[in-house]
Structures are given as C-alpha cells and as structure tokens.
C-alpha cells in the first residue's frame, strides 16, 4: 500500500459545482496536512495548511482532516476556470521530509 | 520575501554534460528540500537538508546525483554525468521545521 493515495482524475466539473479533492493515509504519524495547486508550467503552490484534525476554511476553500479515519478532503465552493489544476495531498512530521500524494487534474468548465 | 529562487529555469544540455542546479531558499527557513516531477512518477523527494545538514538522501537516483547546501541560504543539486532519462523538472522547496514547505518556480531540464 502506498503511503498517500489520491485518485489522479481527471475531474472535469461545471463552473460553479462544489468540488471535492479526497486523500487517503496509511502512516499515523503524519503531524501536517497540507494542499498545493500547481498550474500547468508552474511550481506547487501552497493553499491549505492544517495541523489537527477537524475544519480550517479559506474563502471557496475548506480544508477537512479526519485522522482517525486518516483520510483529508480539499472543498472548492463556487468553483471557477481559473480553478483548472492539479491539486496534490502532502502530510508531514516535525523535523522529517514530506510525502505527496500523486495529485488530481481538475478542470473546471465554463 | 521573494520566495524561493531557483536557477536556471530551463536548460538544455548534451548527454554526458554536468548540470548544476541551483536554490535560495526563503530567508529564515531551516529545512530544505529538491524535488523531481515527471509525468509518470509525479513528484518525488530526491534529498532533504536540515539545518544545512544532508538528513534523507534516499531518493537521489544514483551517484551521478549530488547535493550540497554550503550555507543556510543556498544549495546545489548536481547531475554528472547527465543522462536524458534525467529529464524533469526539479523543485526545490524550503519549510521551517518541516511545516508548510514553500516551491521555486523550477527547473526544466532536457538533456538530449
């Protein structure tokens, strides 16, 4: 089993639909959970970062992490063109490397 | 802060040639990290640096590959010699205490 595991897509959706970007983990030692867009061409970029389990929301966007079940969820309300990326899982622990998931292509269509 | 700076952001080169790649990481941040992403691999974690110090070097490929932070505020990740199954992109990302990590821009590399 891998260690992260996240479904590659593509994941096409309408403007404007409730998109919902999942990870699974099998290491219950990860501390940090992050997620990263990366824009065709372009180096990740970071959007969510949580440390515990439970909500953490940032305008459309709603980062959840359940670590009992270890699995985290990225939420895009209202979701835009400009939302067309792909979208990695990253977890990590205090003074170790981090491990990302394979990331999902998103395109949102006009 | 400019972020983390990466240089060059495209190069081509023969095979057999040396490639030196090079990283500033953000200013303040005491881990840093070089990274390859392909297509079929997506992104994987070549060598990881905790306060300049080598902690992970599990993924660098093979002895062509080497990796030096001489001080807190750059590194180097050098190919020789390089191969055109090294072709990539390669990221080098900078976190404090292995927190959220931050990206450069990256490095596309062709070697033909």
């Known amino acids: 089993q891998k260690e992260v595991e996240q479904d590659p897509g593509p994941l096409s959706v309408p403007e404007g639909a409730i998109v919902s970007l999942n990870c699974t983990y099998s290491n219950s030692a990860f501390q940090y959970f992050m997620w990263y867009r990366q824009y065709s061409r372009k180096g990740p970029e970071l959007l969510m970062y949580t440390y515990s389990s439970g909500n953490k929301e940032d305008g459309r966007f709603t980062a959840q992490v359940d670590k009992s079940s270890k699995y985290i969820s990225l939420f895009i309300r209202d979701s835009q063109p400009s939302d067309s990326a792909t979208y990695l899982c990253a977890m990590g622990r205090y003074g170790q490397n981090f491990v990302f998931g394979p990331g999902t292509r998103l395109s949102v269509l006009p | 802060d400019a972020g983390v700076i990466q240089s060059p952001r495209h190069e081509v080169t023969e095979m057999g040639q040396e490639v030196t790649l090079r990283c500033k990481p953000i200013?303040?941040?005491?881990?840093l990290f070089w990274y390859r992403q392909t297509m079929m691999r997506g992104l994987e974690l070549l060598i990881y640096f905790n306060n300049n110090v080598p902690i992970d070097d599990s993924g660098m490929p093979e002895d062509r590959f080497s990796a030096k932070m001489p001080n807190a505020s750059f590194s180097t990740l050098k190919i020789q010699p390089s191969e055109p199954r090294d072709s990539a992109v390669y990221f080098c990302?900078?976190?404090?205490?292995?927190?959220?990590?931050?990206f450069g821009q990256g490095t596309r590399l062709t070697v033909v």
């Open positions: 990302a900078s976190s404090l205490s292995s927190s959220e990590a931050f």
């Open positions: 200013s303040g941040h005491n881990s």
